[in-house]
């Protein structure tokens, strides 16, 4: 147990060295604590939610407990108009948010660092095939494709997944192709070409921990594209009616005429957590930036 132990701490340890954050970066470290924020409140939310977000509510009068305003009847941030509770929705949306986002960041990093990796390292036909489709990917219009994929498949958060995945690893392709580019003429990865080592290994011990930080600064970005996708596709009525996201808050504001019933309370909670996240990865990316690029803060 304590060799398993020590091995998974060093692998840790490896792995936290090789996304070098920027810990001295205070927006790098901001952007950190507002994820960690709406991560407890994604995983405790049945602990901090005080309704289930789908029920129906009724007054001790057996009234449609409707368009309450904030403190009203014990509602800390009011009701819908078909007596939904919206603090409870407004937590359950930070969990649509968080799935979405990091499951749309991992496929995009994921995909775009295998495809960058292997056009830079191999080049040749290899390159030119990979880098072809990244150029098709580039010309296909995103949010109307995300749209077509949610209007023809059944409606679901996995179809903003799935669009992302399908389209937005280009960028991390192009950036990660050139990082590798450098790397391949290295002196070390030339020695160990020399020493018989295989291209795998050589990839996963000396070029992938290389461009791991680029891969998490385009991760980052993904996350708030995601979430800022579904919020999107919800509010246009596309989004999956049977899950409570941010997006589908400002829906289902927007439907009922919360701006001219003055229902602020309504629909600028989840507007300012859209914002907060998306500022969140702006901020670890800009620490990113400053790491990777140091020449740019001179």
Known sequence: MREIASSLSGGLGRFARA?????RDPFAIAGVLIYV?????????????THDPNEILYSA??????????????FILGTT??????????????????????TAAFMVVLIGSLVGILAGYFGGWVDTILMRLADIA????????VI??????????????IAMALVLWRDTARVIR???????????????????????????????????????LYGSIAIGWAILTEASISFLGFGDPNSISWGY??????????????????????????????????????????????????
Not at 138 to 145: D, E, K, R
């Open 61 to 74: 009068s057996y009234d449609l407990a409707a368009d309450l305003h904030p403190g009203q009847d014990g």
């Open 148 to 161: 077509v994929i949610a209007a023809f498949l059944e409606p679901s958060i996995w179809n903003v997944v």
């Open 249 to 298: 808050m400002l829906q289902d504001a927007f439907a009922s005429q919360a701006l001219a019933k003055q229902a602020y309370y309504w629909f600028i909670p989840p507007g300012l957590c859209i914002i907060l996240v998306v500022s969140a990865g702006f901020f670890v990316t800009r620490g990113y930036e400053n790491l990777l690029f140091p020449k740019l803060s001179r």
């Open 81 to 102: 108009s078909l007596g939904r509770d919206i603090f409870s929705q407004l937590v359950y949306g930070s969990r649509s948010a968080l799935v979405i986002g990091l």
């Open 19 to 23: 996304l070098k954050f920027p810990v």
């Open 37 to 49: 924020v709406f991560i407890l409140a994604a995983i405790f939310a049945p602990d901090i939610a």
């Open 178 to 216: 050139s990082q590798v580019l450098t790397l391949r003429t290295r002196g070390y990865v030339e020695a160990a070409r020399i020493s018989g080592s295989s291209s795998l290994k050589i990839i996963a011990r000396h070029v992938a921990p290389n461009v791991l930080p680029l891969s998490f």
């Open 138 to 145: 580039f010309g296909i219009p995103f949010l109307p494709f």
